[in-house]
């Protein structure tokens, strides 16, 4: 199954490739219910809330500066190159992200991970991993940066609530790398650049495909070859949750009536808020 990815330029200090789940219940890609992989240069978003879902951003270790990131828990941190910061939301959690330096650009995947429904109600939460406890794995020609789940020998040190892993792949120019993907885990891979084969099947960058691969019931393999060149992907699996999404703006509830009362929570400052606006240093 082949997703596409789709130019999303809000700005000149803001360009992206953006993912989406498909239909009522996050197919092909569940359980994320997006991507953007982005370039950022200076703030783009206000203050805002989410709810049901977790917001996930992974900085890129060509990142010419970090992300400083706070919420209405309380939460304020600087995610470093390299670094991933989760944010559960559940029942309902305001944040922000921003460049710390403007002018200089961030390098990064923003990630949407659906929560299990039992879950979407529960208080919102954080987890940050900085770059140095991010576990690597070298192979012939291969380098492996595992912010989340396992690969190999290795296995993130974050527990998240909805099981997900994330591999931060770079092959060199001829390296083949061989992912496991076990019973019951979707799985698909996001070119970031240069031409990849993913079991014998070339995908040139320029295509902006998405190889997805359903859950299966047996464990398998995917075999990443750069044929064409230097190449690095992001390789995400996880088993599906396979429930309803009902997604408005930046909430995404397993029902109708969960996403109305989520609405009307924010609508009644139960999320909680932010103080004044953070004045970014300026680059320029």
């Known amino acids: 199954m082949i997703s596409r990815l789709r130019p999303m330029n809000l700005s000149s200090h803001f360009r992206a490739y953006s993912l989406r789940a498909e239909g009522g219940n996050g197919e092909p890609i569940d359980p994320i219910l997006g991507v953007d992989h982005a370039w950022i240069s200076a703030p783009q978003f206000p203050a805002h809330p989410h709810a049901g879902f977790s917001a ?61 429904e039992a879950r979407q109600n529960g208080a919102p939460f954080a987890l940050s991993l900085a770059p140095s406890d991010v576990p690597v794995i070298h192979a012939a020609g291969a380098k492996v940066r595992v912010p989340l789940g396992t690969f190999s020998s290795a296995k993130s040190p974050l527990e998240t609530p909805t099981e ?48 997805a691969f359903p859950a299966q019931k047996t464990g398998h393999e995917l075999v990443l070859s750069a044929t064409r060149g230097n190449a690095k992907a992001v390789l995400f699996s996880g088993p599906p949750l396979r429930q309803p999404v009902h997604w408005q703006g930046p909430m995404a509830m397993a029902s109708s009536a969960a996403l109305a009362s ?8 139960e999320f909680g808020t932010l103080d004044s606006p953070i004045v970014p240093a300026n680059h320029l």
Request: net charge negative; hydrophobic share 45%; proline share 6%.
């Open 164 to 211: 997900l892993t994330l591999l931060d792949i770079a092959l060199h120019d001829g390296a083949e790398l061989c992912v496991p993907v076990p019973a019951g885990h979707a799985a698909f891979v996001m070119p970031i650049y240069g031409d990849l084969a993913i079991n014998g099947q070339l995908f040139e960058r320029e295509q902006f495909a998405v190889p």
């Open 56 to 116: 996930v951003s992974y900085l890129f270790l060509d990142s010419e500066t970090g992300i400083d990131n706070r919420d209405s828990l309380g939460n304020h941190n600087v995610i470093q190159p390299g670094g991933l910061h989760w944010t559960a939301a559940g029942r309902g959690v305001v944040h922000e992200e921003f460049p710390v330096e403007t002018g200089k650009t961030v390098h990064t995947l923003q990630i949407f991970v659906n929560l299990p």
């Open 262 to 269: 989520a609405i009307a929570a924010y609508q009644r400052g």
